[in-house]
């Protein structure tokens, strides 16, 4: 089992020297998450909570994530980097290409790249793109992705994107994983036909449902013997029983957030982030391996 640390809630200036750390505690990965704006008035209903209320603060900081790889990845040397999850089809599919390639490149092939639909419509409005059309435009994307990841001249012609013969450079060495977020029915089978999925906050019980579908239809597809990352947040302690019943599921990663799990709030100091990030690895990943 591998473990991803989530760093959401932390100073953008903290992302680095959190990283270096939760390597040395045993960390497999570290998660970013994902928003280019904040509305001043924010109409749209978060849809992982009860009350449609996101589940961050509006002053909490959200930096760029390709430029936050590239600092942590010059920092450390086996850590990987998810996003959890980008807002993908919010996006210019060219400028995430040249991103995300460079920032697999230059890290050595420690990207992965976990995107969802979206939720705010307000962050679409003030990117440019249309919020009804952002399932078409997040397949599409991952088409165009896929193919300028490659060596050669590639042109792609669907209906939201349109690119005539052009090529990218640098071109990651090998695959880019790209994973998907979200448990509707639709998210299920785009997380199924691509590289992952994240699932965020569920029980065991919840977990088991939807990998279960997953597979089925990874299964139908014929793609079962194909790799597949399952990046969760469960809603259990990470003991030998919890671990054992989540890969038994096809659980590859835990995501979790030390503090959270510590039963404390996010840290208002340096030391502390680290403090904690350090006493999860010595509690629950050092036992484990």
Same mark, same amino acid.
């Given at each position: 089992?591998?473990?991803?640390?989530?760093?959401?809630?932390?100073?953008?200036?903290?992302?680095?020297?959190?990283?270096?750390?939760?390597?040395?505690?045993?960390?497999?990965?570290?998660?970013?998450?994902?928003?280019?704006?904040?509305?001043?008035?924010?109409?749209?209903?978060?849809?992982?909570?009860?009350?449609?209320?996101?589940?961050?603060?509006?002053?909490?900081?959200?930096?760029?994530?390709?430029?936050?790889?590239?600092?942590?990845?010059?920092?450390?040397?086996?850590?990987?980097?998810?996003?959890?999850?980008?807002?993908?089809?919010?996006?210019?599919?060219?400028?995430?290409?040249?991103?995300?390639?460079?920032?697999?490149?230059?890290? *050595?092939?420690?990207?992965?790249?976990?995107?969802?639909?979206?939720?705010?419509?307000?962050?679409?409005?003030?990117?440019?793109?249309?919020?009804?059309?952002?399932?078409?435009?997040?397949?599409?994307?991952?088409?165009?992705?896929?193919?300028?990841?490659?060596?050669?001249?590639?042109?792609?012609?669907?209906?939201?994107?349109?690119?005539?013969?052009?090529?990218?450079?640098?071109?990651?060495?090998?695959?880019?994983?790209?994973?998907? *977020?979200?448990?509707?029915?639709?998210?299920?089978?785009?997380?199924?036909?691509?590289?992952?999925?994240?699932?965020?906050?569920?029980?065991?019980?919840?977990?088991?449902?939807?990998?279960?579908?997953?597979? *089925?239809?990874?299964?139908?597809?014929?793609?079962?013997?194909?790799?597949?990352?399952?990046?969760?947040?469960?809603?259990?302690?990470?003991?030998?029983?919890?671990?054992?019943?989540?890969?038994?599921?096809?659980?590859?990663?835990?995501?979790?957030?030390?503090?959270?799990?510590?039963?404390? *709030?996010?840290?208002?100091?340096?030391?502390?982030?680290?403090?904690?990030?350090?006493s999860y690895g010595e509690q629950w990943i050092a036992p484990l391996r």
């Amino acid at each position: 089992m591998k473990f991803c640390q989530a760093l959401i809630g932390l100073p953008a200036e903290w992302y680095v020297p959190v990283s270096v750390a939760a390597e040395a505690a045993g960390f497999d990965m570290v998660g970013l998450s994902d928003h280019v704006i904040h509305p001043e008035s924010l109409a749209s209903n978060y849809p992982y909570t009860p009350d449609g209320k996101p589940q961050y603060e509006p002053e909490w900081d959200f930096p760029d994530c390709w430029v936050t790889v590239g600092a942590m990845a010059s920092a450390t040397s086996r850590l990987q980097f998810v996003t959890n999850v980008y807002v993908l089809p919010a996006r210019n599919p060219l400028v995430v290409a040249k991103a995300v390639g460079t920032a697999a490149v230059l890290s *050595g092939g420690r990207v992965l790249l976990g995107v969802g639909a979206g939720w705010m419509r307000e962050e679409f409005e003030a990117l440019g793109q249309s919020f009804e059309a952002r399932g078409r435009r997040m397949d599409e994307t991952i088409d165009v992705l896929r193919s300028l990841w490659t060596d050669g001249s590639v042109e792609y012609h669907g209906d939201q994107i349109d690119l005539p013969a052009l090529a990218m450079r640098p071109v990651p060495e090998r695959r880019v994983p790209v994973l998907v *977020g979200g448990h509707s029915s639709v998210a299920l089978r785009r997380a199924a036909r691509n590289d992952g999925w994240i699932g965020v906050n569920y029980t065991l019980d919840q977990l088991e449902e939807y990998c279960t579908i997953i597979h *089925g239809l990874r299964s139908e597809a014929g793609m079962s013997a194909a790799p597949f990352e399952i990046v969760a947040s469960p809603l259990a302690v990470p003991d030998a029983r919890t671990v054992e019943r989540l890969e038994s599921m096809g659980v590859s990663t835990i995501m979790t957030s030390a503090w959270i799990a510590q039963r404390r *709030g996010v840290p208002t100091l340096l030391d502390e982030a680290i403090e904690c990030v350090t006493s999860y690895g010595e509690q629950w990943i050092a036992p484990l391996r």
